[in-house]
C-alpha cells in the first residue's frame, strides 16, 4: 500500500494528496478575486499548473475537471481561458457548473484529478 503525500497542509485542508499514482487538488481559487471571470480562470489554472508540476505532473495528465463558477452569464469567459490553457491533443473530462462560492468576489474554483507522469 502506497504512503499518501499532502502538500501545502493546513488546518482545514491540503492543496494536494497524492494516492495511488493519482494527485487529487482541493479546489483552486483565484488569489486576486478582483480580476474579471477571464483573469480569474488564468489564475487558478497557473495554480494548478504549479501545483501539479510539484507532485510530478501536468495538464496532459488531468483525469477529470470539475469548474465552479459563480454566474453562468460568465461561462463564455472562463472557457477562453480555459481554451487557451487546455492541452489540445488531452483535454480532460470536465464538468461546469454553476455554484455560489465562499468568497461572494470568486467567480470560479476548479478541482483537478491528475495521473502522475
Known amino acids: 500500500m502506497s504512503d499518501i503525500k499532502r502538500v501545502n497542509v ?6 494536494v494528496a497524492v ?3 493519482v494527485a487529487y487538488l482541493a479546489g483552486q481559487v483565484p488569489d486576486d478575486p478582483s480580476l474579471d471571470m477571464e483573469g480569474q480562470t488564468a489564475q487558478v489554472l497557473a495554480t494548478i499548473d504549479r501545483l501539479l508540476a510539484e507532485v510530478g ?9 470539475q469548474v465552479f463558477i459563480s454566474n ?46
Open 72 to 117: 453562468m452569464a460568465e461561462f463564455q469567459q472562463m472557457n477562453k481561458a480555459w481554451d487557451a490553457w487546455v492541452s489540445k491533443t488531452s483535454a480532460p473530462p470536465r464538468a461546469t457548473v454553476e455554484a455560489r462560492l465562499a468568497n461572494p468576489n470568486y467567480k470560479v474554483e476548479i478541482v483537478v484529478t491528475a495521473a502522475l507522469a
Open 57 to 65: 505532473s501536468n495538464k496532459d495528465r488531468i483525469l477529470m475537471a
Open 19 to 21: 494516492f495511488n499514482g
Open 10 to 15: 493546513e488546518a482545514r485542508y491540503s492543496d
